[in-house]
């Protein structure tokens, strides 16, 4: 995440976190929304090949005109520790195309 990359949150917090929104069957990277609507592993694997997903550059490219943007910066919620929110607009492309990564794989 942007936030433990940061050094916003710990490792530790970041896990909590996502152990949370997983405890409410929500999905945290595309692989898991794909799992959550297939029987097996092998039926997972073939439903992610017969989508055409978008790269992260492609991901990156839609966020420029997201309705969020404010004076030509996106307003991103971090974490900064548990239980506190934070507003940044000083989000790099590199610091986004990893989170993208993250949650394509």
């Given at each position: ?88 607009t000083n ?15």
């Open positions: 995440s942007i936030s433990r990359e940061r050094g916003l949150i710990s490792e530790a917090e970041e896990k909590q976190g996502v152990g949370l929104i997983r405890s409410f069957g929500l999905p945290v990277k595309l692989s898991d929304r794909i799992a959550s609507s297939s029987k097996s592993k092998e039926d997972c694997r073939a439903k992610a090949l017969q989508v055409s997903w978008p790269s992260p550059e492609e991901v990156l490219a839609a966020t420029r005109s997201d309705k969020k943007r404010d004076h030509g910066k996106i307003r991103f919620i971090l974490l900064d520790g548990i239980g506190n929110a934070i507003i940044e989000v790099r492309d590199d610091e986004l195309l990893q989170a993208i990564r993250l949650i394509l794989r």
